[in-house]
Nanobody, 115 residues
Framework: QVQLVESGGGLVQAGGSLKLSCVVS????????IAWYRQPPGKERELVAG???????NYADSVKGRFIVSMDNAKNTWYLQMNNLKPEDTAVYYC?????????WGQGTHVTVSS
């Protein structure tokens, strides 16, 4: 059974940093892509960043230059380093594993940025 578990969220002041982790288990093949999404309060879920199995990354314009997505294949763990956080980054952050039959999601981790 595929499972994604996020961790690392919390409360931080504007300008601060957090590093989120996503541990993926139950997968017996090479993961080609993992994405990070977020859902701000009262808003729809949006794509934040993603990374392919080859290390190619993509970012939403709102986080470019501040967030860094990375992976540690040996640990089946994906990371989202978030720097220079802003109050508008407040959201529940999810990692996502898209597959042919459908997507797998973690339970989410809360990030709150105070001004």
């Amino acid at each position: 059974q595929v499972q994604l578990v996020e961790s690392g969220g919390g409360l931080v002041q504007a300008g601060g940093s957090l590093k989120l982790s996503c541990v993926v288990s139950g997968v017996d093949f090479t993961i080609k892509y993992i994405a990070w999404y977020r859902q701000p309060p009262g808003k729809e879920r949006e794509l934040v960043a993603g990374i392919s199995g080859r290390g190619t990354t993509n970012y939403a314009d709102s986080v470019k230059g501040r967030f860094i997505v990375s992976m540690d294949n040996a640990k089946n763990t994906w990371y989202l380093q978030m720097n220079n956080l802003k109050p508008e980054d407040t959201a529940v952050y999810y990692c996502n594993f898209p597959t042919g039959p459908g997507d797998y999601w973690g339970q989410g981790t809360h990030v709150t940025v105070s001004s």
